[in-house]
Nanobody
Framework: QVQLVESGGGLVQAGGSLRLSCAASGRTISNSAMGWFRQAPGKEREFVAASAWGGGTTDYADSVKGRFTISRNNAKNTVYLQMNSLKPEDTAVYYC?????????????????WGQGTQVTVSS
């Protein structure tokens, strides 16, 4: 089992930045793909970013490319999401997720473990 705990969410003005962290415990994530997803009220959970096990291969939703960066520190068992140039439409609960396999995926059903989420609110 892997437990994931997100932190770093909050309220920020449009154009601002936030850095989310996802701390894993229970087992190492060094061999696991990690992903970030988000869910706005009344909408389905959507893919934001993913990182393969080594961090060298990443994938992003078109809506966040060039603004968000996923990174990981396997020694600290932690994954990060740096969010820059935030927009009101980025407002959502952000979730960290882990796969049992090394390769990333964009669909929520492909992930095995989930955190409880952290709220990000971007004001206009």
């Amino acid at each position: 089992q892997v437990q994931l705990v997100e932190s770093g969410g909050g309220l920020v003005q449009a154009g601002g930045s936030l850095r989310l962290s996802c701390a894993a415990s229970g087992r190492t994530i060094s061999n696991s793909a990690m992903g970030w997803f988000r869910q706005a009220p009344g909408k389905e959970r959507e893919f934001v970013a993913a990182s393969a096990w080594g961090g060298g291969t990443t994938d992003y939703a078109d809506s966040v490319k060039g603004r968000f960066t996923i990174s990981r520190n396997n020694a600290k068992n932690t994954v990060y999401l740096q969010m820059n140039s935030l927009k009101p439409e980025d407002t959502a609960v952000y979730y960290c997720a882990a796969r049992r396999t090394p390769y990333g995926a964009t669909q929520p059903r492909m992930y095995d473990y989930w955190g409880q989420g952290t709220q990000v609110t971007v004001s206009s």
